[in-house]
């Protein structure tokens, strides 16, 4: 029961640095999003996808880009890293067809530090 | 987007029903309440979710009042396993699309032994 696993699960880089992190859902959901956690926030969320090939904006994504070529697969990348974007990284997937009554399944988080 | 308002913390004795407070005065006919736990460093989970009728499944009650202005999670024998923050949501229909999750600050629930 893996559900939605996030890789990695740490990770500590420089300014201006980039780097990608996966999500993988094998549930066959056709939604994945991604969201942010700052401390003492909600989460927060920066991209997300209908579907293969496709992805739309949340309300954070100034500073990351997304790609879905897979349907299992969810990536965030950020170009050019700042401080700003030091973070807990969650992705999520959901499956039904733009009704608000399918739940979202979270994997356990990205905790990146940008020093 | 329906706003939820939660108590910031609550206590529970160990083995007793937790019984936390949502109100979303403000939700609209078409809009889910949603309840999501989260335990220190890990995802949100997902726990139970209702339109108009009372739910209950393996891991909680709802109970949703009849104006749907507010609602309950109980959680019926909390252990110390239940102690995290619970966020109670309203969904929206997000581009169209999807819904989205407006994640509050939520209640820390804290399980006593």
Not at chain 1, 16 to 38: F, I, K
Not at chain 1, 92 to 108: E, L, T, V
Not at chain 2, 96 to 106: H, R, S, V
Request: glycine share 10%; proline share 5%.
């Amino acid at each position: 029961n893996a559900g939605v696993t996030q890789t990695p699960k740490f990770r500590v880089l420089k300014t201006g640095q980039s780097m990608t992190l996966l999500c993988a859902q094998d549930m066959n959901h056709e939604y994945m999003y991604w969201y942010r956690q700052d401390p003492g926030m909600g989460l927060r969320l920066i991209h997300y996808s209908v579907g293969e090939g496709t992805t739309a904006k949340g309300e954070v994504p100034d500073g990351y880009n997304v790609s879905r070529l897979k349907k299992q697969n969810f990536l965030l990348g950020l170009e050019s890293a700042a401080p700003s974007q030091t973070s807990v990284y969650f992705c999520a997937s959901s499956n039904g067809a733009g009704r608000s009554n399918q739940p979202q399944h979270f994997g356990d988080g990205t905790r990146l530090s940008i020093l | 987007d329906a706003k939820t308002t939660q108590p910031p913390s609550m206590d529970c004795a160990e083995g007793r029903a937790a019984n936390l407070p949502c109100n979303h005065s403000t939700i609209s006919g078409n809009e889910y309440v949603y309840w999501y736990r989260q335990i220190h460093s890990q995802g949100p989970q997902y726990i139970i979710h209702g339109l108009k009728n009372n739910e209950t499944n393996e891991m909680a009650s709802l109970i949703i009042t009849e104006d749907r202005k507010s609602s309950t999670l109980i959680l019926p024998h909390a252990t110390l396993r239940d102690t995290a923050v619970y966020y109670c949501i309203v969904t929206v229909i997000y581009g169209g699309a999807t819904n989205k999750l407006i994640f509050g600050t939520g209640t820390l629930l804290a399980v006593q032994p």
